[in-house]
Antibody, heavy 120, light 107 residues
């Protein structure tokens, strides 16, 4: 079935780095734009980053621009989020999500999330 | 950045009653709005896209309406399993943004 599985979360000190991965299965990964969305403890949803299906078009929330980099390996059906210069306010559950279709950026498939904690 | 304001912040409804959730955009977003349901400890689930189109597998008890800046999610005949947070999200402009959510509780 269609599935997204995130990994790579953990506890990191402020200023540190983490690389999240999202393994996709059950659909033609290379045909869909992909997103990262996060949710701080007890808070709402915050969109983080997007990458087009072909990989060369990206966009970021202002809160992470210059610190986070989204990328993908279509041959391995995997999405990545490289997170550098981490701050306490980056603490959240990070979800990868699939774009419904070109021109419709509703997120129809979500992973279960991976927890990132930034703390000294 | 487009700001989405959801109201009310929370709602308590009796089983079988109707719930009406509102989402207001700070500028026109045409019909480029989605609604999600999120239960505790779970990932969000897409309910509605294009302001009024139900996603695959979503029952007709969920309906969406609106365009421009005013949108509504209606849950008719609420059941206990509908207790959750509900979020709207716009995809008309970058960055994509979410509303702050409405918590629906069943009395």
């Amino acid at each position: 079935q269609v599935q997204l599985v995130e990994s790579g979360g953990g506890v990191v000190q402020p200023g540190g780095s983490l690389r999240l991965s999202c393994a996709a299965s059950g659909f033609s990964f290379s045909l869909y734009g992909m997103h990262w969305v996060r949710q701080a403890p007890g808070k709402g949803l915050e969109w983080v980053a997007f990458i087009a299906f072909y990989g060369s078009n990206e966009d970021y929330a202002d809160s992470v621009k210059g610190r986070f980099t989204i990328s993908r390996d279509n041959s391995k059906y995997t999405l990545f989020l490289q997170m550098n210069s981490l701050r306490a306010e980056d603490t959240a559950v990070y979800y990868c999500a699939k774009r419904l279709k070109l021109g419709t950026d509703a997120f129809d498939v979500w992973g279960l999330g991976t927890v990132v904690t930034v703390s000294s | 950045e487009i700001v989405l304001t959801q109201s009310p912040a929370s709602l308590s409804v009796s089983p079988g009653d109707r719930a009406t959730l509102s989402c207001r955009a700070s500028q026109s977003i045409s019909s480029n709005l989605a609604w999600y349901q999120q239960k505790p400890g779970q990932a969000p689930r897409l309910l509605i896209y294009g302001a009024s189109t139900r996603a695959t597998g979503i029952p007709p008890t969920f309906s969406g309406s609106g365009s421009g800046t005013e949108f509504t999610l209606t849950i008719s005949s609420l059941q206990s399993e509908d207790s959750a947070h509900y979020y709207c999200q716009q995809y008309n402009n970058w960055p994509r943004t979410f509303g702050q959510g409405t918590k629906v509780e069943i009395k």
